[in-house]
């Protein structure tokens, strides 16, 4: 079985870095991009599983990516987990409603991370029980 590749979305390198170890740790192939346009140019290059994306970016903030990618015939169908920083009351409901598939906010702990990207990527293979993406308070 192949590596699942996901691209990862943060202006911070620091952030980049963080997620490059605990999904290399767990098998997944990474790329990277730090902002708005390069998220959609990594995305056609690369046709990434997932997308893990942060709101605060320059050269157009995550809901300008979300957008972008959900009316683009190839690219709608990429999954996306928000990671940001933002405040959760607002965002959350808007990053959905705009295509997201969950809201996480950082900091996560990895295993929550691990276990909503698992979620994502392979519903049948995940356990339920552990994050519901619909539940407000994952």
Same mark, same amino acid.
């Given at each position: 079985?192949?590596? @699942?590749?996901?691209?990862?979305?943060?202006?911070? %390198?620091?952030?980049?870095?963080?997620?490059?170890?605990?999904?290399? +740790?767990?098998?997944?192939?990474?790329?990277? $991009?730090?902002?708005?346009?390069?998220?959609?140019?990594?995305? =056609?290059?690369?046709? %990434?599983?997932?997308?893990?994306?942060? &709101?605060?970016?320059? $050269?157009?903030?995550?809901?300008?990516?979300?957008?972008?990618? @959900? +009316?683009?015939?190839?690219?709608?169908?990429?999954?996306?987990?928000?990671?940001?920083? =933002?405040?959760?009351?607002?965002?959350?409901?808007?990053?959905?409603? +705009?295509?997201? =598939?969950?809201?996480?906010? @950082?900091?996560?702990?990895?295993?929550?991370? &691990?276990?909503?990207? =698992?979620?994502?990527?392979?519903? @049948?293979?995940?356990?339920?029980?552990?994050?519901?993406?619909?539940? %407000?308070?994952?």
């Amino acid at each position: 079985m192949s590596q @699942k590749k996901i691209l990862v979305v943060d202006d911070d %390198p620091d952030v980049r870095l963080g997620l490059q170890l605990r999904l290399n +740790a767990n098998h997944y192939d990474v790329i990277f $991009a730090g902002d708005g346009v390069a998220s959609i140019a990594e995305a =056609r290059k690369h046709m %990434p599983d997932l997308m893990i994306l942060d &709101l605060g970016l320059p $050269a157009g903030d995550g809901f300008s990516v979300l957008e972008r990618l @959900k +009316a683009n015939e190839k690219l709608s169908s990429i999954p996306v987990i928000v990671l940001s920083g =933002r405040d959760r009351v607002g965002n959350r409901d808007r990053a959905i409603k +705009a295509g997201a =598939r969950t809201f996480l906010q @950082k900091p996560t702990a990895n295993e929550k991370l &691990l276990a909503v990207i =698992r979620m994502v990527l392979d519903p @049948k293979e995940s356990t339920p029980e552990v994050y519901d993406l619909a539940d %407000p308070a994952s």
